[in-house]
């Protein structure tokens, strides 16, 4: 299986590596599949195309919706996004949704001699609720940010066998080479690209919210918040008195009546608060821990986009929140930089995925 943490800490950098050619990225998230073709050239990466399309509709769901598909209706979608997007190349990188995987950081006891190994696997059992024979599990030593002479901190990252073959099936289908799948959190760190020291990404998705904490270009945290944007669309509908999909695109316009956009500001503030106050703790508690301030929280994620979002953040956090723009990493033609701005937090994933195989 091709899962390893070769590359996962890996500068990000718009230079080629001299080989020319195309590569698509695919986030098939929860509730839609984005892709980004980047074509490498001779010394730079530049974007070829994009696109999205939502997968409530393939389950006969409204838009928005966040849904499981079966394998049929995933390769429908993604020879649709294809299609439309004008994605020619033969080469995919498909990102691996958090929920397809298990990750965590883990302190074991420093002991001089023994098998390493053997120690990460007892404690993988603990977490992992399938058997280790299922999976292909990866681990590595994180290095020392406070001295810890008597611990040594572990990243360990599995991967279903089953959900793994199941996306080299669903590359294969569309008639892609398969390259080696990436667990998105991976995908989202390559595409941030930040030069702070140490930072915090916050993806706002339609199912849940994640953070991240990374230090000197390595994740040291990993924590997820049941809450996301699909139950925004939901209450929005309801105050509307409107189906979930109106609610949705109201919900993504640029011109909502005054009324309109209070209302959203109010169920944003009301569904958020108790995630962005737990997301605040496992960063001062990040900050605790080590005695290390996390000096930026970059936001990635469809919810990123809204400005009641940023705002409602920057107050609870009491840090610097930046919206992502990984397209600043590869070249694009002038007229879409505003275009790429403004969209670049819902396609982090995707653009990441593919930067890993043009890197």
Known sequence: MAFSFKKLFKNVSTQSTGNTGTVVGIDFGSSSIKV??????EDFVALKTYGELQLGPYAEESLGSTV????????????????????????GVLSLPLSMSFITTVQLEHIEGQDMDARVQVEARKYIPIPLKDVSLEWTI?????????????????????AYQGMNALLN???LTSQPTEIELFCAQRAVANPATTYAILDLGAATTKVYIVHEGIIYKIHRVFSGGQLVTAEFAKQLQLEPEGAENIKRSSDMTEPQQAALQSIYSNLY???????????????????????????TGGVAA?????????????????????FSNVAYPAFMEDTLKDIAPSFSVALGAALRQVQ
């Open 36 to 41: 980004v073709e980047l074509e490498s050239r």
């Open 142 to 162: 994180l290095p020392e940010i406070k001295n810890q002479e008597a611990t040594e901190e572990v990243l360990i990252a599995a991967v279903e066998n089953n």
């Open 68 to 91: 499981e598909l079966e394998a049929e209706k995933r390769t429908e979608a993604l020879v649709d996004v294809m299609r439309e997007s004008g994605v020619t190349a033969k080469k």
């Open 173 to 175: 289908s569309v008639g």
């Open 306 to 326: 809204s400005l009641h979002v940023q705002q409602l953040l920057r107050d609870r956090l009491e840090k610097e929140c930046v919206v992502i723009n990984g």
């Open 273 to 299: 608060q108790r995630s962005f106050q737990e997301v605040r703790r496992v960063i001062q508690g990040f900050e605790q821990q080590t005695g290390t301030e996390i000096e930026q929280v970059v936001l």
